[in-house]
């Protein structure tokens, strides 16, 4: 007779969930025996930390479109989930976190760990629930995995420990709760928009004369569509961060990233269009978008909810992107004027021998956009490229140019550190064979530093680069610029992350030299197995966006004499590109 968490893990699988990462403990005793003898159907993917768990679920369900499953202990392993469920919240993956509790009878009498994770995870879950008995986790299981999917989102099961071990013999089923009346399977269906804001968005866009679209995550498996809606509006696309693979970055149509990461032919192209077609995205900073009454809005959604948040939308397509896109075309006239499509390809050329700039200098200390660069050049056609949060995210937005049949994530609108690690092992996970890339700050990577020793355990074909430069470069830049404020406690104790690679199985690599980068990424290409290639880059190299706002050059000059290493600062930005960034007008 299987016990509650024996129902649990047969969910799972009827689900067609195939990996569960999580770190064992006492309080989920019971659901790791039930993995443990179900290990040729479902794998369990051990972490070095809950928060990688949680990272990794997000990642995974990101990479894949399919449930990401998280698993952690009562108490701080529950807590210690909430960072990469976030992720997820923010992003719209869907997740599914099982928790561990205390003895039923404990639960609230002051026991260890004794932690209500149901009230915990009530803000971060779409589903949240704390099972009873086997009886009832026949009902929840599949509702949580059904809700996360439903509503993209985080669903949440915690079951206290003896309960887990509880036969469906000893439970006590109501009259109401009839056996194997809940079918484990996930129900979707083709989302269309309404006809008529179909048919008022075709309008909009037919009548402007200077169209430009914004893609996001959302517009992932409709890169035809789009690239057709570019094609007959002649209208530039810009990219916001989490759909940089949506278009490669050399497509003709795209001016490629948005925002204070992004370039200027992007940001320019969304000041002057008169029409706006947002596809899939909720990119957060409306400074970056027209000036409301300057351009029409249409935007295309899944999420009615979103529709309209961040612009003053004239035609809301709530529907699947590459469905909606569709039946769109079939109603827009291929537009004779090229010209607002051709001025963005113009400055599209212009920055990219601005960036070239930057990636050619044989400057020491190391530019970080040089290795960056190289980096990029070597990743084969079918790589997986994760980046963190940092500045490392400037560099690998900009400086890395995403190919056809390769795919990019990041933590996006939570935009965490200690992301891009986690993320790059989920991919291998979830991509077994396929070559995994990561761009990593040094902030970032030494919060999750352990985990390179799970992409050894699993042997994840990852090349890690570590752009060190012994500080929280962005944090440095974003105190200087958003508040004037000169740079102070972003300074890190160094850390020799080739020897720690080498410590845990690995391969490590460092480069310090412009001379040395090709050899050194040719070796660490060529090496079999997780390697780490650290990068020690100029500390002193400024995070700019496309052009400098007048409040952040007044706030970065005023904070810049006090700045320690001001010296190197400012003859850094006296060189180009940087000094034209500076001084943009």
């Known amino acids: 007779m299987p016990n509650t968490a024996d129902i649990l893990v047969e969910t799972l699988i009827n689900w067609k969930v195939e990996v569960v990462f999580g770190l064992p403990g006492d309080g989920i005793n019971g659901i790791m025996e039930a993995l443990r003898t179900r290990q040729d159907r479902i794998r369990f993917v051990q972490v070095r930390h809950e928060e990688s768990a949680a990272f990794m679920a997000a990642a995974y369900a990101k990479w894949t479109g399919r449930l990401g499953v998280c698993l952690a202990t009562s108490g701080p392993g529950g807590t210690h989930l909430l960072t990469g469920l976030y992720d997820a919240k923010l992003d719209q993956a869907p997740v599914l976190a099982i928790t561990g509790m205390q003895f039923h009878d404990l639960i609230e009498t002051c026991t260890q760990q004794d932690v209500d994770l149901t009230r915990v995870f009530n803000d971060v879950a779409v589903f949240n629930a704390q099972v009873t008995d086997a009886t009832h986790m026949e009902n929840l299981a599949g509702l949580a995995c059904r809700s996360a999917l439903a509503k993209r989102g985080v ?17 006590k089923r109501s009259k109401r709760n009839r056996p194997s009346h809940v079918p484990d399977r996930w129900f979707e269906g083709s989302r269309l928009p309404d006809p008529r804001e179909l048919e008022r968005a075709a309008e909009i866009l037919n009548s402007a004369g200077k169209v430009a679209i914004l893609a996001g995550r959302g517009a992932r498996g409709a890169s035809a569509e789009l690239e057709r809606t570019a094609d007959l509006l002649a209208a530039p696309v810009a990219k916001a961060l989490l759909g940089k693979a949506v278009l490669p970055d050399h497509h003709p149509y795209t001016t490629g990233g948005i925002g204070i990461l992004g370039t200027l032919p992007s940001q320019e192209a969304l000041e002057t269009c008169d029409a706006l077609l947002i596809v899939g995205s909720t990119f957060p900073y409306i400074e970056y978008y027209p000036e409301p009454g300057k ?3 249409v935007q295309i959604d899944r999420d009615a909810q ?4 961040r612009y003053p939308v004239e035609a809301g397509l709530v529907g699947d992107a590459a469905e ?8 827009l006239a291929r537009k004779s004027d090229r010209s607002f499509l051709e001025k963005a390809q113009a400055g599209m050329q212009r920055w990219r021998a601005a960036m070239a700039l930057a990636e050619n200098k044989d400057d020491v200390p190391l530019k970080p956009q040089v290795v960056v660069k190289a980096f990029g050049e070597r990743l084969p056609e079918n790589a997986i490229l994760a980046t963190d949060s940092g500045q490392n995210t400037e560099m690998a937005a900009r400086h890395i140019d995403i190919r056809e049949g390769q795919d990019f994530g990041v933590s996006g609108t939570l935009a965490s550190m200690a992301c891009g690690l986690p993320y790059a092992i989920a991919a291998g996970i979830a991509f077994p064979g396929r070559p995994v890339f990561a761009v990593v700050g040094d902030g ?12 050894v355990r699993y042997r994840i074909p990852l090349k890690v680069l570590v752009l060190k430069n012994n500080m929280l470069n962005q944090i440095a830049w974003e105190q200087m610029m958003f508040l004037g404020n000169p740079q102070f406690g972003c300074e890190l104790q160094p850390i020799d992350f080739a020897m720690a690679a080498e410590a845990m199985g690995g391969i490590g690599y460092s480069v310090a030299q412009p001379d040395q980068v090709e050899s050194v990424l040719d ?6 197995g ?3 290639i650290e990068a020690v880059v100029d500390a002193y190299e400024p995070m700019m966006p496309p052009r400098m706002p007048p409040d952040y050059e007044s706030n970065f000059r005023k904070a810049l004499p006090e700045t320690p290493g001001h010296e190197m600062i400012e003859e850094n930005i006296s060189e180009e590109p940087l000094k034209s960034l500076m001084n943009h007008d």
């Open 155 to 171: 669903a949440h099961l915690s079951i206290a420990s003896d309960v887990q071990e509880l036969p469906l013999s000893q439970a």
């Open 295 to 297: 351009a029409r809005g």
């Open 306 to 309: 979103r529709i309209g948040l």
């Open 324 to 331: 909606t896109l569709r039946l769109l075309n079939e109603k």
């Open 444 to 455: 970032g990577f030494a919060m999750q530093l352990g985990e390179f020793s799970t992409a």
């Open 523 to 528: 070796a660490a290409f060529a090496a079999e």
């Open 530 to 532: 997780p390697v780490v």
